[in-house]
């Protein structure tokens, strides 16, 4: 199966930028979607943000324009730039394939961001 382990969380202040990676092990293919989401002590897990198979972006309303998702040519890495970061985008972020038949990959560990005010 394919494993998904995320990297690149840390703290750092309000205002500052952190860029998040995912790395799939394998070849992807035949997937919808790749994500990013977040979860917050006391929350339900939130989708974040999204990138489509054919290059189209989502982003949840309270990270629009300053959350940036990409990903490499063969999907193995995909990628989180989050700048302006806010206390309140603490969270532990996990990435996540949606395949074409509808489903997630088993999930990874996530890494932990956390912003201080």
């Known amino acids: 199966q394919v494993q998904l382990v995320e990297s690149g969380g840390g703290l750092v202040q309000a205002g500052g930028s952190l860029t998040l990676s995912c790395a799939a092990s394998g070849t992807i293919s035949s997937i919808n979607s790749m994500d990013w989401f977040r979860q917050a002590p006391g929350k339900q897990r939130e989708l974040v943000a999204s990138l489509s198979d054919g290059g189209i972006t989502y982003y949840l309303d309270a990270v629009k324009d300053r959350f940036t998702i990409s990903a490499n040519k063969d999907k193995s890495t995909l990628y989180l730039r989050m700048n302006g970061l806010k206390p309140e985008d603490t969270a532990v972020y996990y990435c996540?394939?949606?395949?074409?038949?509808?489903?997630?990959?088993?999930w990874g560990r996530g890494t932990q961001v956390t912003v201080s005010s």
């Open positions: 996540n394939y949606l395949q074409s038949y509808g489903a997630y990959l088993s």
